[in-house]
Each structure stands twice: as C-alpha cells, then as structure tokens.
C-alpha cells in the first residue's frame, strides 16, 4: 500500500488532551520541587553557618553582659541590680549541647556533617548540575513504586551533594544517571488510561497546592526571614552580622574594663 494512502492511526482526543495537560503540570511540579528543595538546602546551610559563625560571638556577647550586670550588682548592692545580673548569668549558664543536637539532626536528614558546610549557596555550577538531576531523576516523574523508590533513593544522594556543594559529587550522579534505566508510564487501554490521567492530575495539582504551603512556611520561619534580607549574598549578610556583633563586643569590653579597673 502507497504509504501516502495509509490510514491515520485514530487517537482518543480526550487522552491527547489530557496527555498534554498531565505532561505540563508534572514538568511545573518538578520545577516548583526543585525550588523548594533547593530553598531548604539553602535555609538549612544558613542554620548551620549562623551557628558556627555567629555562635561564638553572641555567647561572648552573653558572658560581657552578665559580667557588667554582676560588676553593677557588686557595686551598687541594689536588689534590682543583683535581680539582673542572676537573670544576666542564667544566659550563659551551660544549656543542651547545641552542636551534639544540630548534628544528630542533621544525621537523621541525611545532611552532610556541618563541618563540610562552608558557604550558605553552593555554586553556580553546583545549582546547575542539582537543578538538572532533579528534573530528569525526580520521583514525581515516575508511577511504578519500584522505580519511585529507585528515583527517591537516587535523589537523596543529590541532595546530600547539594547540600555540601559537592560539584565532583554530582558530576559522578549526573554520569551514574545518565547510564542508568528510565521507568517509563504504564501502558494501559484507553479507557482506563483516561481514568488513570484524570486520577494522575489530581494528584500532580493536590502536591503543587502541598508544595506552595511548603515554600510559604519556609520562608516565614526565622531563617527563611533572615535569608530574604540578602537572598543573592547570604555570606555577605552573615559577614555583616559578625562585624556588628564584633563591634558590641568591643564596647562591652571596654565598659567592663572601665568599670574593673
């Protein structure tokens, strides 16, 4: 037969349609996954900078204060002033180790030890690489539970590399990715493939509206707050802090030594 002359394969509009709607949504789901995580890796490495950098500083800043409170007190013998100066001490008293919690929080995140954090944003390379991965290996992009779980497994690793601005580390998961099997969708009738796109959407549109309220709380937690000051130089603004909290030490100290001396 003249293959000008062959018949046209029929196809359920419906499905194309549907087809078409399902394969646009899942691929702005991934995308709106892929900012969220990638705010969370950013809020997270914030947490863990700001602590390591800024720690120290403020509970210096702690110790100043309750020595000038308790040099005031002793000097004064007021009631007020000794008030202050015990609400000034129990400050630094020793509380919960919070290095030992951040790190077993961390452990159970599967987050990279805090010590392999450096820097709040990973590199421009680094973002490129997790963003690419994300899109291509997410689990979203997948519906037979096996591959899900082999896709989510896969995923954790990225994060975990993200995380630590690991740029070797996800240059070898974007190679290992590229040499592996893809699932595919299920091949099923037309009627049923209709029903499993209609039930599939409704699930793609209920995660995005999951996904949003998840974005929202996280930029309305304390980090999340913090970051949008300098959402581009988070460092920077860490920086910054320091130097503020460098030059009340500095004033704190010199009270004291006047007081002291």
Same mark, same amino acid.
């Given at each position: ?24 949504? @899942? ?5 709106? @996954? ?72 961390? %452990?159970?995140?599967? %987050? ?12 421009? @390379? ?9 899109? !291509? ?12 779980? !082999? ?26 990715? %590229?040499?592996? %099997? ?24 209920? !995660? ?54």
């Amino acid at each position: 037969m003249d293959e000008g002359n062959a018949p046209a394969i029929w196809s359920d509009p419906q499905v194309t349609a549907l087809e078409a709607q399902v394969a646009a949504v @899942e691929a702005e789901l991934v995308d709106a @996954e892929v900012d969220v995580a990638t705010l969370r890796v950013e809020l997270d490495n914030l947490a863990i900078v700001h602590h390591r950098r800024l720690g120290p500083l403020y509970e210096r800043l702690d110790e100043l204060d309750a020595l000038v409170a308790e040099a005031v007190a002793a000097r004064s013998g007021d009631a007020d002033d000794i008030r202050r100066a015990l609400e000034a001490r129990a400050v630094v008293d020793p509380m919960p180790d919070l290095d030992e919690l951040m790190d077993q929080f961390a %452990a159970e995140a599967g %987050a990279p030890p805090e010590a392999e954090v450096r820097r709040v944003k990973p590199s421009d @390379e680094a973002r490129r690489l997790y963003r690419e991965l994300a899109r !291509r290996a997410h689990p979203d992009l997948a519906q037979d539970p096996e591959e899900k779980e !082999r896709r989510g497994d896969f995923i954790a690793r990225v994060n975990a590399a993200y995380s630590a601005g690991d740029v070797a580390a996800l240059m070898a998961l974007d190679e290992e990715w %590229a040499s592996g %099997a893809v699932g595919a969708s299920p091949e099923v009738s037309v009627p049923d493939r209709l029903e499993w796109l209609r039930t599939r959407l409704a699930l793609l549109t209920a !995660r995005q509206t999951q996904l949003a309220a998840e974005r929202e709380a996280l930029l309305d937690s304390p980090m999340g707050q913090l970051l949008a000051l300098a959402p581009d130089d988070p460092d920077g603004l860490l920086e910054g802090l320091a130097e503020q909290l460098l030059a009340r030490i500095d004033e704190r100290e010199r009270e004291l030594a006047g007081m002291l001396g």
